[in-house]
């Protein structure tokens, strides 16, 4: 069966670190462009980061740049978001999706193939 997982949310402090990881059962990541999305309770899911299928553009919104950092191991069919300097508006749930597209740029890739169930990620004191 085709899926996506997400692990690695909790409750963390403030300037506190977590990493979360994606994998991908039945199919490879390498070819697939990956995207980290986000929804806070009373808000709209928005794009955190993504990267092409080709490795070669990785996006981040302005809220998370120089504190998010996007990879992925293909060997492994895992993606990764290493989340460091927390703040409590990083507070939601944050779900991984896989798409086939082609295009360099990930953040006009028709995000309807594959998402995971997501996972809680707490900031607070």
């Known amino acids: 069966q085709w899926r996506l997982v997400e692990s690695g949310g909790g409750l963390v402090q403030p300037g506190g670190s977590l990493r979360l990881s994606c994998a991908a059962f039945?199919?490879?990541?390498?070819?697939?462009?990956v995207g980290w999305f986000r929804q806070a309770p009373g808000k709209e899911r928005e794009a955190v980061s993504c990267?092409?299928?080709?490795?070669?553009?990785?996006y981040y919104a302005d809220s998370v740049k120089g504190r998010f950092t996007f990879s992925r191991d293909n060997a492994k069919s895992t993606v990764y978001l290493q989340m460091n300097s927390l703040k409590p508006e990083d507070t939601a749930v944050y779900y991984c999706?896989?798409?086939?597209?082609?295009?360099?740029?990930?953040?006009?890739?028709?995000?309807?193939?594959?998402w995971g169930r997501g996972t809680q990620v707490t900031v607070s004191s």
């Open positions: 990267i092409s299928s080709r490795g070669n553009f990785i």
């Open positions: 039945g199919f490879s990541v390498d070819i697939y462009a």
């Open positions: 999706a896989a798409v086939l597209y082609a295009g360099t740029n990930c953040r006009q890739a028709p995000w309807d193939d594959y």
